[in-house]
């Protein structure tokens, strides 16, 4: 059920928030500021991360929230002055770089640093200290240096977490893997309660987030999972947003209600500001209003460039929506859905993108985005229907996509999705609904952390009618585990036996390769 405070009519609450959606960011050292402070209660609940390395730097984050789910999290007006520490070791006896930053009430007394100058392609620890309370100790590392030999990487590909759908075991799992990095495709939090509540194993206890504190909140209730802050202790995080973050099926300025532009804004500025705040993004991440670059890549010496793509703010709206509705559909004939005109990336993210390949000199290339690029066609037998919130919705953005990984002759591209709740592998073809055409890159998509899937009856249908999905299973959450070398990349798939109950075992659902310099998956 969607909200609507009581008394208001849903304008006039959007027009109220639209007042107050641009906050400009504040200065890392305030006027006014609480050095005295002493908390009673731990103020480090939301744990720490760290994120977005490079080769000498990375951002370190932590959110002071004595009280997590009260609006201001327990913490007072005035800014915090925060003690930071990153050492060369575990036990902190080679402090390599220290300094204070202050926390403050305008981003939710939330904490960036971007430590700079450090040795290349190595761990290290760090922690933070504030009120007289010391914070649990992170774990992150340093990408290699650009075109350094490097011999391996292992990550993990996560999304779509509905808190109410299961437990976050899938993060515990992880910490066996011994992971360089984790890579998260969107959906970190919900905005809204739906699907099988007969199957709900725990609440999130609030209606739809609309407010900042709606989603400060959201966030917070999430973040307070054990095995999401282990997991995100344990090594350095990328993140992109799909839809969730804000609103369901959202494109860019038109919200799945059709709310007046202007008004969603004030929303998405809410929902990105929180995003921020809860994130170990870069200060070049910080939002303006409801406005925030989000796309950028990282490299990882001569082996690996991981280009993070955001696929969502600045879309167009889905073709052919249901009368008096916006969001998704799915259509058999629509003219507007092929209509060059449309975008999945923006034609600023496009020429980027295009550059990008075009300067990469690294032995593979990944993509990593919110939604399927496999051509899918749902409908059974003769004739086509396709799902338009996806890339199958945008096929004129899709056939630039891959042009400019054709053009470029990139070296083995690689695409990585989520969204769908389901195993995905799939060869993504120069014509994508010919598989007779070349194959111009892989795709692998991550079944969901938490969130209940579709009827695997469903999709054993759609396999018939699309030859170039190798697979697609809806049946276990889990996450993917990836190992590339310069030799070939192998991809795990990690099923989950349960999210209903805090513990569970493990299987590898699926394995496929693929080895360098040849296109395709094959099953390994």
Same mark, same amino acid.
């Given at each position: ?5 009581? /008394?208001?009519?849903? @304008? ?52 002071? *929230? ?65 009120? /007289? ?6 774990? *992150? ?8 030999? *490097? ?25 066996? !893997? ?7 495709? +969107? ?59 804000? !609103? ?97 990336? /923006? $034609? @600023? ?21 919110? *939604? ?16 338009? !919130?996806?890339?199958? =919705? ?23 999705? +989520? ?36 009827? &695997?009856? &469903? ?23 990836? !190992? ?31 080895? $360098? /310099?040849?296109? =395709?998956?094959?099953?390994?």
């Amino acid at each position: 059920m969607r909200r609507q405070p009581a /008394g208001t009519s849903r @304008r006039t609450f959007l027009t109220a928030l639209a007042a107050g959606a641009v906050v400009p960011f504040v200065s890392a050292r305030p006027s006014r500021a609480d050095a005295s402070l002493r908390f009673e209660d731990d103020p480090f609940k939301l744990g720490v991360a760290s994120g977005f390395p490079t080769s000498d730097a990375c951002v370190l984050w932590t959110r002071l *929230t004595p009280t997590p789910a009260a609006p201001d999290g327990g913490m007072p007006d005035a800014a915090v002055p925060v003690d930071w520490e990153i050492a060369a070791d575990e036990r902190f006896e080679r402090i390599v770089q220290r300094g204070i930053v202050y926390a403050t009430r305008d981003w939710a007394h939330s904490v960036h640093v971007e430590p700079s100058g450090l040795e290349a392609g190595r761990p290290y620890w760090y922690r933070f200290t504030a009120g /007289g309370v010391r914070s649990p100790v992170g774990r *992150t590392a340093t990408a290699p240096a650009p075109a350094a030999r *490097t011999r391996h990487l292992r990550f993990a590909v996560a999304s779509c977490q509905q808190y109410e759908h299961g437990y976050y075991t899938a993060y515990q799992q992880m910490l066996q !893997d011994e992971l360089d990095l984790v890579v998260h495709v +969107g959906d970190y939090i919900y905005e809204l309660t739906w699907g099988k509540e007969n199957e709900f194993v725990r609440s999130h206890g609030a209606p739809e987030c609309y407010t900042l504190d709606d989603y400060r909140a959201r966030y917070a209730l999430y973040k307070g999972d054990a095995n999401l802050r282990a997991a995100h202790a344990a090594c350095p995080w990328l993140v992109t947003w799909d839809d969730h973050e804000v !609103d369901n099926d959202y494109a860019d300025a038109t919200s799945e209600e059709n709310d007046e532009p202007e008004l969603f804004l004030a929303r998405r500025a809410a929902a990105y500001r929180a995003y921020y705040e809860h994130m170990p993004l870069p200060r070049r991440a910080v939002p303006f209003g409801p406005y925030m670059r989000l796309y950028t890549e990282r490299g990882y010496g001569d082996l690996v460039n991981l280009v993070m793509l955001d696929e969502r703010q600045y879309r167009s709206p889905q073709a052919c929506p249901p009368p008096g509705r916006r969001g998704s559909a799915r259509v058999s004939s629509c003219a507007e859905l092929a209509s060059p005109e449309r975008t999945k990336l /923006g $034609s @600023r993210q496009e020429e980027w993108l295009a550059w990008r390949l075009a300067a990469s000199k690294a032995r593979w290339n990944v993509l990593a985005q919110g *939604t399927v690029v496999a051509y899918m066609d749902e409908q059974p037998g003769p004739g086509e229907k396709f799902w338009t !919130d996806g890339w199958n =919705g945008y096929p004129a953005a899709r056939d630039r996509l891959l042009a400019a990984i054709a053009s470029t002759h990139v070296s083995n591209p690689l695409l990585l999705s +989520g969204d769908i709740h389901a195993f995905a592998a799939a060869n993504l073809n120069r014509v994508p609904s010919d598989a007779s055409t070349p194959i111009v890159a892989s795709e692998l998509t991550t079944t969901s952390i938490s969130s209940q899937g579709v009827p &695997q009856a &469903q999709l054993d249908q759609r396999r018939k009618d699309n030859p170039s999905l190798l697979m697609l299973n809806s049946e276990s959450r889990g996450y993917l585990r990836l !190992d590339i070398t310069p030799e070939r990349m192998r991809a795990d798939m990690i099923a989950l036996d349960t999210v209903a109950r805090p513990e569970s075992g493990r299987h590898v659902a699926a394995t496929f390769v693929v080895e $360098s /310099g040849r296109a =395709g998956l094959v099953r390994g």
